[in-house]
């Protein structure tokens, strides 16, 4: 089955300042690769996603990059303010939004 | 729209006792999703619902474990006899299915501790 491997685990960051998050995948196969961002004590939150048909993807100040040969996708924030302080999901699927698996996340702080 | 709404919130129960989990949909969904997540193994599928039929319970950890879809709007998951490693925040999440994609709308959980 697919594997995805996140990195960095934590990742601490100034305010104003930007942040990467990535992801690998061992599936050539899957086609989807959302993010999640999940606030304490709540459920995780889509925040972007990319199908395999498009290398990049902007949403305001967050950022999706695809590398289909590598088999490796990001995450960019930029601009960071206090409120992107969460966990962070990255995710894979070959068959749309069923069977996600998921990265193991990464714990981001934004510093004040 | 209220979301998904997840019951009981926190459940603390003691090995041996049966634990039942309830999940109430976005109406209109039309799949629904059970996920357990843990430091150890993060978020985990467990099991997914299309149209109120179970359609891969491959992630179920055994048979200790069971869902229900009885209709559109509620869905159940029990564990019987409950065990200290089943401890873990699991969720419900529903969606439109697409091959396309498209958003998980997840419930904010319930934290279960078995002592």
């Known amino acids: 089955g697919e594997n995805v491997e996140q990195h960095p685990s934590t990742l601490s960051v100034q305010e104003g300042d930007s942040a990467v998050i990535k992801c690998t995948y061992s599936d050539s196969a899957s086609n989807y690769f959302p993010w999640y961002k999940q606030e304490l004590g709540k459920g995780p939150q889509l925040i972007i996603d990319i199908r395999s048909n498009v290398g990049e993807k902007k949403d305001q100040r967050i950022a999706v990059t695809l590398n289909k040969t590598a088999k490796h996708f990001s995450l960019h924030i930029t601009e960071t303010q206090p409120e992107d302080s969460a966990v962070y999901f990255c995710a894979a699927s070959k068959q749309g939004n069923e069977k996600l698996t998921f990265g193991t996340g990464t714990r981001l702080t934004i510093i004040p | 729209d209220a979301g998904v709404i997840q019951s009981p919130r926190h459940e603390v129960t003691e090995m041996g006792q049966e634990v039942t989990l309830r999940c109430k949909p976005i109406?209109?969904?039309?799949?629904l999703f059970w996920y357990r997540q843990t430091m150890m193994r993060g978020l985990e599928l467990l099991i997914y619902f299309n149209n109120n039929v179970p359609i891969d319970d491959s992630g179920m950890p055994e048979d200790r474990f069971s869902a229900k879809m009885p209709n559109a709007s509620f869905s159940t998951l029990k564990i019987q006899p409950s065990e200290p490693r089943d401890s873990a925040v699991y969720f419900c999440?529903?969606?439109?299915?697409?091959?396309?994609?498209?958003?998980?709308?997840f419930g904010n959980g319930t934290r279960l501790t078995v002592t």
């Open positions: 109406s209109g969904h039309n799949s």
């Open positions: 999440a529903s969606s439109l299915i697409s091959g396309w994609g498209g958003p998980l709308h």
